[in-house]
């Protein structure tokens, strides 16, 4: 029940072109979820959050859909650029707990 | 300038050493994780610490030892009893009080011969 699942592993597409990534969750419980980028060599930083009570969630260029009732989230990138290029991993918590839990990561590249 | 370090960026052992990781922050955050990455498996929790003196296995602690003696500082020791140590090596740290936003780290490379 602590699982999120994340799809696809990889992901390419053209420049200008919107790829999506997908997550899926079982435990109800969780009230948090951030997506994280990470460059080769790097450590994740924090891109984007949602929380439950809103479906979706913009800043910049990406975009976070929820779906409560399915227990799905997506993240969108718009006009995709090559420096978009990254490992992107979907997360998910319960607020007022401690710990996060990753899906899988979807590497991402994005050709000129 | 605030974050969190680790030291040093890529590590190398011989099979069977001890060897510790160490992790830094100055952002006056009270709980601190360590994540191994290995790939197409994401990030994995290792052990987490929430308040000094304190801390709680995660989903992968066979083989890791932790310390928390100080606020700032939560090193990660790979012990010999950790069967496949070479990885990617994360640290995080968050502030509490409901909040579950986690700063990471550079990452150590670790490389056992």
């Known amino acids: 029940q602590q699982q999120v699942k994340q799809s696809p592993q990889s992901l390419i597409v053209q420049k200008g072109g919107i790829p999506i990534i997908n997550c899926a969750y079982e435990n109800t419980a969780f009230d948090y979820f951030p997506w994280y980028q990470q460059f080769p060599g790097k450590g994740p930083a924090l891109l984007i959050a949602?929380?439950?009570?809103?479906s979706e969630k913009k800043e910049g260029r990406f975009t976070i859909s929820f779906n409560k009732s399915a227990k799905q989230f997506s993240l969108h990138i718009m006009d995709s650029q090559p420096g978009d290029s990254a490992t992107y991993f979907c997360a998910a918590s319960i607020e007022s707990g401690s710990r996060l839990t990753f899906g899988e990561g979807t590497q991402l590249t994005v050709n000129p | 300038d605030g974050g969190i370090t680790q030291s040093p960026k890529y590590l190398f052992r011989k099979e069977g050493q001890n060897v510790t990781l160490s992790c830094e922050q100055n952002l006056n955050h009270d709980a601190m994780y360590w994540y191994r990455q290995d790939p197409g498996q994401g990030l994995r929790l290792i052990y987490y610490s929430q308040i000094v003196n304190d801390f709680q296995k995660g989903d992968i602690a066979e083989g890791y030892s932790v310390s928390r003696e100080k606020k700032e500082s939560f090193p990660l020791t790979v012990t010999s009893a950790q069967k496949n140590p070479t990885a990617f090596y994360l640290c995080?740290?968050?502030?509490?009080?409901?909040?579950?936003?986690?700063?990471f780290g550079p990452g150590t490379r670790l490389t056992v011969l």
């Open positions: 995080a740290s968050s502030p509490l009080a409901g909040r579950n936003e986690q700063f």
């Open positions: 949602i929380r439950p009570d809103v």
